[in-house]
Each structure stands twice: as structure tokens, then as C-alpha cells.
């Protein structure tokens, strides 16, 4: 069974970047990552940490794919 990786918070946000979100604003730690699409804001809440709980990790993941294909999304995110 594939293993999810350990992430840190700026990993996560540029793995976001990568899909079209940009940082819309920060507060402490958290960085609200926005996309707009064709229908509606997408938002999605990340913690700039130097290492993500693996249920963090897995819940963001869990949020992204809302908005991006699973398929797409997976390699990031497991080994």
C-alpha cells in the first residue's frame, strides 16, 4: 500500500501553485490558497509548517481533490 509522504507547508503550497492556486492571505501560520473558477472561489487552508502530520497531509489532500483530479494530485502526495 503506497505510504504518504511527509510534507512540509511550502511544499504543499507549491504543489497547489502548480494547479493555478495563489496565496490570497496568512494568518500566523495558515496561507489561504485561492483559485477562482468557473463557478465559484475554491479555497483551501494550508499550515506553513517545517513538517505535516500525515493527517494533515491527508486531509488537504483529501480537500484538493474537490478541485483537481485524484489522478493528477496522487504523486505528490504518495510515495
Aim: glycine share 6%; net charge positive; proline share 3%.
Amino acid at each position: 500500500m503506497p505510504r504518504l509522504k511527509r510534507l512540509t507547508g511550502s511544499e504543499v503550497i507549491e504543489i497547489l501553485e502548480a494547479f493555478g492556486f495563489q496565496i490570497h492571505s496568512q494568518r500566523g501560520s495558515h496561507v489561504k490558497l485561492r483559485r477562482v473558477g468557473a463557478k465559484s472561489n475554491e479555497t483551501l487552508t494550508v499550515p506553513n509548517h517545517k513538517q505535516l502530520d500525515v493527517g494533515t497531509c491527508k486531509a488537504i489532500y483529501r480537500q484538493a481533490t474537490k478541485y483537481i483530479a485524484e489522478q493528477e494530485l496522487y504523486s505528490y502526495f504518495y510515495e
